[in-house]
Each structure stands twice: as structure tokens, then as C-alpha cells.
């Protein structure tokens, strides 16, 4: 194999990927993660060899991506909220508009000492931020898959955060506990909206964590149910949302709890996507 220089391997991965309709930013987004170079090294390395290994290293991860392996997946990492996260295919990779969520928590909920439930906690991106902008909440993170519980437990001790976990489904594993606010970003899409999903998506990401029955509203409704008959009772609810399905989770809390304020909000692409649950 011929070697290469930085720069020419990004121009030779930049036209791979082009060539297959996908996003050119990957080349250089696994360049910097697979090198540990920030930019500004990059470019003063560019008309520099590679090494041996980084270049079979990359033009591997440029394969794998041509494939649709996502590139978060292919470093084993993803930033969420200035932190870096431990991602693989037993979890979601945290997306920006979640960020906008906890952004929603964090200037709702001002109390100290709160207890704080992560629902489906995946990577425990949501849970773990909260915890470290807010160092005297008390945060569970609970999953139904072990694997991915493993997943937030090494994120938890690599962020050198104090959290505790559950193993089970929905609010069971916490039933009875004291809780006040429970956030969650659950799976929300509809079956019928495969044909129309990134195929990178489907193929790489953990389907259990991606789709609900019921045009995507099952772990909403089930939600409502187990709160309505006390398994938990916090003061608040957090929860992202399909941009499609505002107005039916709207009717849904506000039905099932008619002296709750339930408010909705858009994300920075003026998409509807989080709904906010303030109970009496």
C-alpha cells in the first residue's frame, strides 16, 4: 500500500464518500478522532506521512463508513454537551436536539438535592449531564437493556460520576421511590417510518431503541399509565418526541392528567420535539 500524506488521505477519502452520497465531513471527522490531532495540527501535519498503522486504520474506518457504519460507532466515542461519551451499537448515539432537553431540565428544575430518574437511559448521556451540571441531584439511570447499562456505567466512571442504576422496564425498577423529575428520550418511531430512515440508521443503531407500536406513542402511553396508578409520583416530566406527534402526546398527559400543565417546545430547527409535564 502506498503511503500517504494526511492530506492526501483526506482528499482520496473525501472523494470515496462523495462518490457514494454520503457526508464529506466524515473524512475529516475520523481523521482528527482516529489521529487525536486537533485541527490546527492536522493542517500543520497535512504534507506529513502518515503512519503505517493510522493510515490502514483509517481507510478501514472510510470502508466501514461506506458502509454505513455511523462514524461516532467507528471511534467508539460521541460528544454530548461539551463531554465525550462511549457509544456502541448497544445504544443510541446522543443527538444535538436532546441537548436542547437538558437545557430545558437544567433551567426548569433550580432546586438542590433533587431526585432524578433517567428513563431508557441508553449511553446515559442525558442522566450523566445532569448530573455533572448539577453535582448535588441524586440521578438514577435505568434501562431495559443490560448492555446498554454497561455502556453508562463506563461512561458514569469515566466522568467520575456518582450515579445509581436500574435494570427494568419503564418506572418499575424505581416503583415506590421517591423521584422528582423523570426524564426520558424513549423510542418514539412509528414502524411505518422505516422507508423513510437514514439506512445507516437502521442497519447500525439498536432497533429496541429506536421504535414503538401505536404510530410510535406505546412508551408514552405506558408512561402515563404506570404514573397515573403511582408508581412514581414526581413533580416533573421531561420527554423527547417525534416532531410529529405534539398534538397526540398533548391530548394524551392532558387527558390522563387534567390538573397537570403540559407544555410543549421546538428545537433550534423550529421542529416540535420535547414536552414538559408540570404536575400539581
Known amino acids: 500500500m502506498a503511503k ?8 482520496w477519502a473525501s472523494l470515496f464518500i462523495q462518490a457514494r452520497g454520503l457526508d464529506e465531513s466524515a473524512a475529516q471527522y475520523l481523521m482528527l478522532g482516529l489521529s487525536n490531532l486537533d485541527q490546527t495540527h492536522l493542517l500543520l501535519n497535512y504534507r506529513q506521512p502518515m503512519p503505517a498503522a493510522l493510515q490502514d486504520a483509517y481507510e478501514n474506518a472510510i470502508y466501514q463508513y461506506g458502509e454505513g457504519v455511523p462514524p461516532q460507532y467507528l471511534l467508539g466515542k460521541a460528544s454530548f454537551y461539551g463531554r465525550e461519551f462511549v457509544v456502541n451499537s448497544s445504544v443510541l448515539i446522543p443527538r444535538q ?6 437545557d430545558w431540565v437544567l433551567t426548569t428544575c433550580t432546586d438542590s438535592g433533587l431526585n432524578v430518574l433517567d428513563v431508557g437511559t441508553g449511553s446515559g448521556a442525558i442522566g450523566l449531564t445532569l448530573k455533572a451540571q448539577r453535582p448535588d441531584w441524586q440521578v438514577t439511570l435505568s434501562d431495559l437493556s443490560l448492555a446498554a447499562l454497561e455502556v453508562a456505567r463506563t461512561n458514569a466512571s469515566q466522568l467520575a460520576l456518582a450515579v445509581q442504576f436500574a435494570e427494568g422496564d419503564l418506572l418499575t425498577p424505581l416503583k415506590g421511590q421517591p423521584i422528582d423529575v423523570i426524564v426520558s428520550n424513549p423510542p418514539y418511531i412509528a414502524q411505518s417510518e422505516r422507508v423513510d430512515m437514514d439506512q445507516a440508521v437502521l442497519k447500525s443503531e439498536p432497533q429496541m431503541a429506536l421504535f414503538a407500536d401505536h404510530d410510535g406513542l406505546a412508551i408514552y402511553e405506558r408512561l402515563a399509565a404506570q404514573l397515573k396508578v ?3 409520583s414526581p413533580k416533573h416530566l421531561f420527554l423527547e418526541f417525534g416532531f410529529k406527534q405534539r398534538a397526540a402526546l398533548t391530548a394524551l398527559f392532558t387527558a390522563t392528567f387534567p390538573t397537570a400543565k403540559v ?4 428545537d433550534i430547527a423550529g421542529h416540535d420535539r420535547m414536552l414538559h409535564v408540570q404536575f400539581e
Open 230 to 232: 403511582g408508581f412514581l
Open 263 to 266: 407544555e410543549s417546545r421546538q
Open 97 to 102: 436536539e436532546t441537548e436542547e432537553l437538558v
Open 4 to 11: 500517504r500524506t494526511y492530506f492526501e488521505a483526506l482528499k
